[in-house]
């Protein structure tokens, strides 16, 4: 069964830092697209970040450029996304998705999803 799952997410302070990492069951991520979304109350599902299969390339939604980082585990199968200086329009529940167009940053193209982690910037 192929299955993404989600961790890392929780309660920060505007300013601080979360590692969200995406973990894959029933297949690898080593030869697919992955992104990361998000999704807050009211709002649209939208991009945050995606890379690609070779992990050569990547992208970042313009809110978060030079913020946040996603890269892929080495020897895992795993795929990250480092949040630095983390702002309170961040707060969103973040979702990695698997198997979808990068660096075009469409939820409509990926095809397999996690349950998404919760993210709340708070002071």
């Known amino acids: 069964q192929l299955q993404l799952v989600e961790s890392g997410g929780g309660l920060v302070q505007p300013g601080g830092s979360l590692r969200l990492s995406c973990a894959a069951s029933?297949?690898?991520?080593?030869?697919?697209?992955i992104g990361w979304f998000r999704q807050a109350p009211g709002k649209e599902r939208e991009g945050v970040s995606c890379?690609?299969?070779?992990?050569?390339?990547?992208n970042y939604a313009d809110s978060v450029k030079g913020r946040f980082t996603i890269s892929r585990g080495h020897a895992k199968n795993t795929v990250y996304l480092q949040m630095n200086n983390l702002k309170p329009e961040d707060t969103a529940v973040y979702y990695c998705?698997?198997?979808?167009?990068?660096?075009?940053?469409?939820?409509?193209?990926?095809?397999?999803w996690g349950q998404g982690t919760q993210v709340t910037v708070s002071s």
């Open positions: 998705a698997a198997r979808g167009r990068c660096p075009a940053l469409l939820p409509g193209s990926y095809a397999y």
């Open positions: 029933g297949f690898t991520l080593d030869y697919v697209n």
């Open positions: 890379i690609s299969s070779s992990g050569e390339s990547t």
